[in-house]
C-alpha cells in the first residue's frame, strides 16, 4: 500500500521548504536583493511564456560542487533556447559565492534562473529588452540516513514525457507545467515521485530526476538519446559504479522491467541516490531502500566531501 497521503515524511523528504525555504537574499541582474524587494516585470517572457532555462546546484562548506559540469549544461540550454546573456557565464560563478555568503549559508541548494527579459503581445520579444538573471539560495541539509533506508513512494505517471523531437533534452527549460501537473497526479495519489515514460512506453526520467533499476547486481538507466536530461548526479552515479566494479549499462528501459527491479532509485542534486521502495503501491524489492542504492549514496556523499573540502 501507498503511505498515507497527509503523511509528513513527503515533505520531509522533498520538500525545500523543509529546510528553511528560500533565504531572504537573491542575486538578481548583477546586485545582491532582499527577495521581498525583488522585482522583475510582468511582461517578462518567462512569466508569460516560460521561455527561459535554469540550474540547480548544491554548495557545501561553501564552495559549489561540480560547477564546471552545471556551467556546461546551462551553456548547452542557453544556447538551445537561443538566449544570449550580456555578461559572460563565468559572472554566475561568482554571483553564487555572494548569494551564498550573503545569505549565511554553508550548505546550500542554488537555483539559477535566466529568461528572455520582457516580451510584446504574443511571441515577440520586445526591442531592446534584456534577459533577467536571478540567483536563489535555499538550506541544504542531507535526506535522514533513516529517510534513505525506508525509501519513498513512486507512481508511474499517466502523462508522457516530451519528445526530444519537439524540445532538446539538453534544454533544462523552466516550461515545467507536464511535470508539475505529474508531481500533482503523484502527490493525489499519495507518493512523492513520478516517473514518466515516453510516447513509445519506454522509462524516461521523474519529474526531477533521472532513473536508476538494479536487476541482479547490475545497474541499468535510460541513455540520454532516449530524451531525458543528462543529470550531473547520474553522471556521478555512473562514475562511482565503475569505480565500485558495479556492472553498468545504459539501456532502453520497458515499464515492465520496473516490476521486475530488485531496487529503483533517482537521482538529483538535491536527494543524491534516493530509493523507490513502492511504485505504483507495490512494493519494490524489499520495500526499503536497497544495498546498491543505499552504497552510492555514500559515495556521493564521500565524493562531494573530498571535492568540496578546503
Known amino acids: 500500500m501507498l503511505p498515507p497521503r497527509h503523511s509528513p515524511s513527503p515533505d520531509v523528504i522533498l520538500s525545500p521548504a523543509a529546510h528553511g525555504g528560500w533565504a531572504g537574499t537573491v542575486w538578481l541582474n548583477g546586485a545582491l536583493v532582499r ?3 525583488a522585482r522583475v516585470s510582468v511582461f517578462d517572457r518567462g512569466i508569460l511564456l516560460g521561455d527561459g532555462v535554469y540550474e540547480t546546484l548544491r554548495v557545501h562548506r561553501g564552495r559549489t560542487f561540480r560547477w564546471p559540469e552545471h556551467r556546461a549544461r546551462l551553456e548547452n540550454s542557453l544556447s538551445a533556447a537561443g538566449i544570449v546573456l550580456p555578461f559572460p557565464l563565468s559572472t554566475l560563478a561568482a554571483a553564487v559565492g555572494d548569494c551564498v555568503r ?3 549559508l554553508e550548505e546550500a541548494r542554488i537555483r539559477i534562473t535566466l529568461t528572455r527579459g520582457e516580451g510584446n503581445p504574443g511571441f515577440e520579444p520586445m526591442p531592446g529588452a534584456h534577459p533577467n538573471a536571478i540567483i536563489a539560495a535555499s ?3 542531507p535526506v535522514p540516513e533513516e529517510k534513505c533506508r525506508r525509501g519513498i ?5 499517466s502523462i508522457r514525457q516530451t519528445s526530444s523531437d519537439s524540445l532538446d533534452p539538453a534544454l533544462k527549460s523552466i516550461s515545467r507545467v507536464h511535470l508539475v501537473l505529474a508531481r500533482m497526479e503523484a502527490t493525489a495519489n499519495g507518493a512523492q515521485e513520478a516517473i514518466l515514460l515516453g510516447s513509445d ?3 524516461r526520467e521523474g519529474t526531477a530526476s533521472n532513473v536508476f533499476v538494479v536487476q541482479q547486481g547490475k545497474l541499468l538507466t535510460p541513455p540520454i538519446d532516449c530524451g531525458i536530461l543528462e543529470g550531473v548526479t547520474r553522471a556521478l552515479v555512473l562514475e562511482l559504479a565503475a569505480e565500485a566494479a558495479i556492472p553498468c ?3 532502453t528501459l520497458l515499464r515492465a522491467e520496473l516490476d521486475r527491479a ?3 532509485f533517482l537521482t538529483n542534486t538535491s536527494w543524491g541516490a534516493l530509493a523507490v521502495s513502492f511504485l505504483d503501491g507495490k512494493q519494490v524489492g524489499g520495500g526499503a531502500g536497497g544495498p546498491v542504492a543505499l552504497a552510492l549514496g555514500r559515495r556521493i556523499e564521500e565524493r562531494v566531501e573530498r571535492e568540496c573540502a578546503r
Open 249 to 251: 549499462e545504459e539501456a
Open 102 to 104: 550573503a545569505n549565511g
Open 262 to 264: 530488485d531496487e529503483i
Open 201 to 203: 512506453g519506454t522509462v
Open 139 to 141: 538550506p541544504w541539509s
Open 153 to 157: 513512494a513512486a507512481l508511474v505517471s
Open 35 to 37: 527577495a521581498a524587494e
